[in-house]
């Protein structure tokens, strides 16, 4: 089984509707992280939990919002959804003791 | 302003040649140096990191150099083999235990 799962895999939506994108880990990990891919862009930072208490933004938070449900979840949400935000997520956890970070599979969202 | 920056989109090499891609940061307060490999859909995996006590560490075919005077580092592949034709990013850990990306280079391994 997969350390870190994201659901849905893929999404297709329409301007102004609420979307969540959800992350569950396995791995145990205290820190939590939400990235966007643009192609040609790489990966950007969205959110960032330290733990279930914590939440720091990142490099793009705007238009987005997180919530850390458990030690094992961190779901992502936007609000009212716009066509630039159109790309591919990826939720990754680390630990603070050897800092390794690890990706989940992604989800692909379109908004049409 | 982007603080990883990979200025190779694309690299094309020959089977069992070297691949060197490159990679350059700005900010000297990074900590920790990653590369990770990516195919498409899929997420990005863990190939090689490097402290930045260090200037070289080695896992088989992959080694990674850092020259912290020029705020420089390296990840070279030998021999190159068709199955490491992928997206590479280079990362570099702050603090916050956050990975700034660089936009990637795709390389090509050609038999």
């Known amino acids: 089984d997969a350390d870190v799962t994201q659901t849905p895999r893929n999404r297709i939506t329409k301007t102004g509707k609420r979307i969540m994108l959800e992350c569950s880990q396995t791995?145990?990990?205290?820190?939590m992280y939400w990235y966007r891919q643009d192609p040609g862009l790489g990966l950007r930072l969205i959110y960032y939990?330290?733990?279930?208490?914590?939440?720091n933004k990142g490099e793009i938070s705007d238009g987005y919002s997180v919530s850390r449900q458990a030690q094992a979840k961190f779901s992502l949400s936007l609000e009212s959804a716009i066509p630039n935000q159109t790309a591919l997520y990826f939720c990754?956890?680390?630990?603070?003791?050897?800092?390794?970070?690890?990706f989940g599979p992604g989800t692909r969202l379109t908004v049409l | 302003d982007q603080q990883v920056k990979q200025n190779s989109p694309s690299l094309s090499v020959q089977e069992g040649r070297i691949s060197i891609l490159n990679c350059d940061y700005t900010?000297?307060?990074?900590?920790?140096f990653l590369w990770y490999k990516k195919y498409p859909a899929e997420g990005p995996t863990f190939l090689i990191s490097?402290?930045?006590?260090?200037d070289k560490n080695e896992d088989g075919r992959f080694t990674v150099f850092l020259n912290k005077s020029a705020k420089h580092l390296s990840l070279h592949i030998v021999p190159s083999q068709p199955g490491d034709s992928a997206v590479y990013f280079c990362?570099?850990?702050?603090?916050?235990?956050?990975?700034?990306f660089g936009k990637g280079t795709s390389l090509l391994v050609t038999p």
């Open positions: 900010n000297s307060m990074f900590d920790y």
């Open positions: 791995k145990g990990h205290d820190r």
């Open positions: 490097i402290s930045s006590i260090k």
């Open positions: 990754a956890t680390s630990d603070w003791t050897s800092g390794g970070t690890f």
């Open positions: 939990s330290f733990d279930v208490k914590d939440i």
């Open positions: 990362a570099a850990r702050d603090s916050g235990y956050a990975l700034n």
